[in-house]
């Protein structure tokens, strides 16, 4: 696939230490320099740069959520009784713990969730005792995950 990139900031060391913590995000800085016979200072700083331009925003640890015990994983469409309930439903399903991905989307649906729950009882108990008691609800499909074939980060490469 021929990638155009939009952005003045990637330039091809950039693209090189994306393309490492992207693969390990744990990657020292040390280890990336090394690699690409730079300055660990470089490295720091243009990492940085990358931050401050929301190329780079955030590291954090990816959970397995079956392995800590959320048995119930799934992915719920939400539509509205009007079009100007969506945001409000949103900042309302912030507050929700389960509710971990909440997207605006096209279609029969004004939002798309991604939940995780204990169980299927739990699962119930976040639909219709949380998510259908927000105003302007109209009402939710969801679709169970047996589980993730894949999960990846885009590419630059």
Known sequence: MNKKI??????????????????DGRMAYSE???????S???VHQ??????????ISGFSVMLNAKEIGYETITYTGVTTKEARFAYSIAEKL??????????FVSGKYALFLKIVSANNEEFRKVLYEKIHNIEGVGGTDSFISFGSAFQKNITLL
Not at 6 to 23: G, K, P, R, V, W
Not at 32 to 37: D, F, S
Not at 46 to 55: D, V
Not at 94 to 103: A, L, Q, S, W
């Open 6 to 23: 939009y952005n003045e900031n990637i330039d091809f060391i950039n693209q090189q230490i994306i393309a490492m913590l992207s693969t």
């Open 40 to 42: 660990n200072s470089l």
């Open 94 to 103: 912030k507050e929700i713990p389960e509710v971990v991905e909440c997207h």
């Open 32 to 38: 990336i320099a090394k690699e690409l016979k730079i």
């Open 46 to 55: 243009r990492i940085r740069k990358l931050q401050e331009a929301g190329i």
